[in-house]
């Protein structure tokens, strides 16, 4: 077998690659691209003979995903990805000082992947449906966060120089279109108070709300109440600053919008939707998260423990000397853990067991994230087993044995 550590940067990649027992046979800086792989190839091939397998080529790196990491998936190199955390404490073995290299690291990687192989997770053949559903469902995500970072900018500059337009757009939310349409017309106290109600509702008009006479007259009269003066100059400065963050979140309004219907499309389109969407409290975006982040590689959790523990919402225990104790995991994938929160949160309204088991967590005096945590841990289990007998969610199957408890 031939063992190989790739640190990888944004134009190159330093490798290294050892055998069996460790012995370095050979190392390059590679370049991106496809006269990098080819090199990779060459370089295997040279030193791994003519008997040597795909699968017999065992690849450590710092990450999951890329051409260069796909490239390699498909030549049948096993590949693992390391966790930078990892590596680091891997490379206190060899010294304390710091010190650090590109070639150093690669070296590291392959003395990774050849000793302790079997305590890293291989990267997943996720079919190319499942890698479509990832891109497009973290990149909506993460403009949803991109949006909650430039709200709380806006909200920080208005209770600065304006703080009765958070009072009058509340109804509407700051972050909807039509209030941000309403700041970007009147962006300063004085102008505000001149916005008619025809305005008003006009604005409301265009974007389908209901009541749109008493809401125009709400935030009208909110508008038009007493505020505190700023100077003329400090004031003009202070809404170009909210201008800007207002006609930044109706772009990231659109493109959220536009992105959810690809999420929807891809999802939809996976073999696996119709398993995920019978779970109780999952929609087509959350469904799309969870397909997402586990990945659908039937092979990558041996168990339901596996597919738990990767999820983070399988506790983890600390024991050393008289001491033990079982805490939550903190380290872990958040963009999964916030989408099966929220599955758990939703599930509650609509499936009777988990409303059972959460009443229960919550009686053993557990607050209602770590409840929620518990119940979202259940889920995971619950969904492995649908995916592995490839068989819709059932009500009295999954909580059968909580039933048979709960009469005993």
Not at 6 to 26: I, M, N, P
Request: hydrophobic residues 40%; glycine residues 8%.
């Amino acid at each position: 077998m031939l063992f190989i550590g790739d640190d990888w940067a944004e134009d190159h990649h330093d490798v290294e690659v050892q055998d069996g027992s460790g012995r370095r046979l050979g190392a390059a800086r590679l370049p991106e691209g496809v006269e990098g792989i080819a090199k990779l190839h060459a370089l295997i091939a040279r030193h791994g003979g003519e008997d040597l397998e795909a699968e017999q080529v065992v690849v450590g790196i710092e990450t999951d995903r890329g051409p260069w990491v796909q490239a390699l998936l498909a030549a049948g190199y096993q590949v693992y990805a390391v966790n930078p955390r990892q590596a680091a404490r891997f490379k206190e073995r060899y010294g304390t000082s710091g010190a650090k290299s590109d070639k150093g690291d690669a070296h590291a990687l392959a003395d990774m992947v050849r000793i302790d192989r079997a305590q890293l997770r291989q990267i997943a053949g996720d079919s190319d449906q499942g890698q479509a559903v990832k891109v497009v469902a973290r990149a909506h995500q993460s403009l949803i966060w991109e949006r909650t970072r430039n709200f709380q900018r806006l909200r920080s500059t208005l209770r600065e120089y304006f703080p009765g337009a958070l009072t009058a757009y509340a109804g509407l939310e700051l972050t909807s279109t039509d209030a941000l349409e309403l700041l970007i017309r009147a962006p300063t106290p004085e102008r505000a108070a001149k916005l008619t109600k025809q305005q008003i509702t006009t604005v409301l008009a265009r974007h389908r709300r209901r009541n749109r006479d008493q809401r125009a007259a709400a935030i009208q009269s909110t508008l038009r109440e007493p505020q505190l003066d700023i100077a003329a100059p400090v004031a003009a400065a202070y809404a170009a600053a909210a201008t800007a963050h207002a006609r930044l979140l109706i772009a990231l309004n659109e493109q959220i919008d536009a992105l959810e219907g690809q999420v929807k499309a891809h999802f939809l389109a996976h073999p696996d939707a119709d398993i995920h969407l019978s779970m109780p409290g999952i929609g087509e975006i959350t469904g799309a998260r969870v397909l997402a982040e586990f990945g659908d590689d039937p092979t990558r959790y041996a168990s339901a423990k596996a597919r738990k523990n990767y999820a983070g919402t399988s506790p983890i225990t600390r024991a050393s000397g008289k001491t033990r104790t079982v805490q939550a995991r903190f380290v872990r994938n958040n963009r999964l853990a916030d989408a099966l929160q929220r599955q758990a949160f939703c599930a509650l309204q609509n499936s009777p067991g988990a409303r059972r088991h959460y009443d229960k967590q919550r009686a053993r005096d557990l607050d209602y994230n770590p409840a929620l945590r518990q119940l979202g841990n259940r889920f995971v289990g619950i969904l492995h087993g649908c995916l592995k007998t490839r068989t819709h969610y059932d009500e009295a199957t999954a909580w059968a044995h909580h039933a048979n408890l709960a009469t005993t």
